[in-house]
């Protein structure tokens, strides 16, 4: 039982902690204020071959594993929690092509998805259906070699910038509740009508409202087989529910470490902060907490990879690391006094960023039920 990286993940994680630090960090900051996405940043860090870290080579993805993808999210965490969070539909919406896609749909969008060029999303999500998709409203029926989606899709990240979207509707084949079938639909088409939200945190995101009106989508535009939806996404949300977890320790760990300096150098009462145990222990904990869920998903990341079955723990992991993160975050931003509240200091903004990870891909209730699941049996399931 092996509880290290090896040689070659760790000279993977120097590599990629030096360029970020060199050539993405110093154009990062402020970029959180932003409403619009930095594509220039983007492709600089698909051109580095980052965005495609374990995908097939012949479509430009780079060697690797799933360690080393947990890698890339954790060290992009310490950078900026949006451009963290952009891996979620890079890599998702490739992912989810390669899965389910044909090989007209592959060429066409996989080798811009890992080079930057593109950018993917996702739209599940409705303004009625959040994490029950049996409720899912959006209609998509077929009219000979082309389908009419008509429907809405709301809080969908990067959905004003987005070039492509993996969304999910209902076909008339689509009879029980949890059937749905996907396309992957060109946000250019007629008929797509969008509008943004205003949030608290990741504001580059852009979160937005996809309304469909009588949107015409060709056949060949569909992913998979019908009905299919949930099984295919099933395979994609494993791996970026462990891209929003890493992430999320990435930026808890940069926000403790940034703490711990500080409180080496502020003095109060002729001492410096960190010999206060109301401080150092504080810092223990959180750096106890840290570890553990760092490894949590490392270890997770690590059956993953020998193809263990771990629905368990890949829901642990986004519930336990964003919780941990939080309050980390939380507890940093306290430490540093009226400091930390400040707009001067990242930690408010790392704080309103957080809060979006622990609701998105399943918030903090949805992942415990699936944990519960897990461990009780389908049996005892809340819901039929």
């Known amino acids: 039982m092996g509880f290290g990286f090896t040689e070659e993940q760790e000279r993977f994680r120097t590599k990629v902690r030096d360029f ?3 050539k993405i960090e110093p154009q990062a900051k402020g970029i959180g204020e932003n409403t619009i996405f930095p594509r220039d940043i983007w492709r600089q860090i698909g051109e580095f071959g980052l965005l495609g870290v374990n995908l097939p080579a012949k479509y430009g993805g780079q060697p690797g594993d799933n360690v080393m993808r947990g890698i890339v999210a954790e060290e992009l965490g310490r950078v900026d929690l949006s451009l963290a969070f952009t891996l979620v539909p890079s890599y998702g919406t490739s992912l989810a092509i390669l899965n389910g896609g044909s090989e007209r749909q592959i060429l066409e969008w996989v080798p811009d998805l890992i080079k930057g060029e593109k950018l993917g999303s996702i739209s599940m999500t409705e303004p009625d259906c959040g994490s029950d998709l049996s409720l899912m409203r959006t209609e998509a029926r077929k009219r000979g070699d082309y389908y009419v989606l008509n429907g809405e899709k709301s809080y969908v990240s990067w959905g ?4 492509v979207n993996w969304l999910f509707a209902k076909t008339e084949r689509d009879v029980n509740p949890w059937d749905m079938t996907c396309f992957l639909i060109p946000l250019d088409l007629p008929g797509i009508v969008k509008s943004s939200f205003s949030e608290m945190g990741l504001r580059p995101v852009g979160h937005t409202s996809l309304l469909l009106e009588n949107v015409r989508v ?6 998979g087989e019908e009905g299919r939806a949930l099984a295919d996404a099933a395979k994609v949300f494993c791996q970026t529910r462990m891209i929003l977890s890493l992430s999320a320790l990435g930026l808890a760990q940069i926000s403790l470490e ?3 300096d500080f409180a080496k150098q502020r003095f109060a009462f002729s001492k410096p902060l ?7 222990f504080k ?4 750096a106890t907490l840290l570890e553990a869920a760092r490894w949590l998903c490392y270890r997770t990341l690590g059956l993953m990879e020998q193809g263990v079955r771990c629905v368990k723990q890949i829901a642990m992991c986004k519930w336990w690391s964003t919780e941990v993160a939080f309050r980390t975050i939380y507890d940093s931003l306290l430490l540093h006094g009226h400091r930390g509240y400040g707009s001067d200091y990242p930690l408010e903004q790392r704080l309103r960023d957080i809060i979006g990870y622990e609701i998105a891909e399943a918030t903090p209730q949805v992942v415990k039920l699936a944990i519960c699941e897990e461990i009780f049996g389908k049996e005892f399931r809340p819901f039929c």
């Open 258 to 260: 940034e703490t711990i």
């Open 274 to 280: 960190g010999k206060f145990e109301a401080i150092s």
């Open 20 to 22: 970020f630090k060199q």
């Open 160 to 163: 004003l910038q987005a070039d």
């Open 283 to 286: 810092i223990a904990e959180h």
């Open 218 to 223: 060709p056949v060949e535009f569909r992913m």
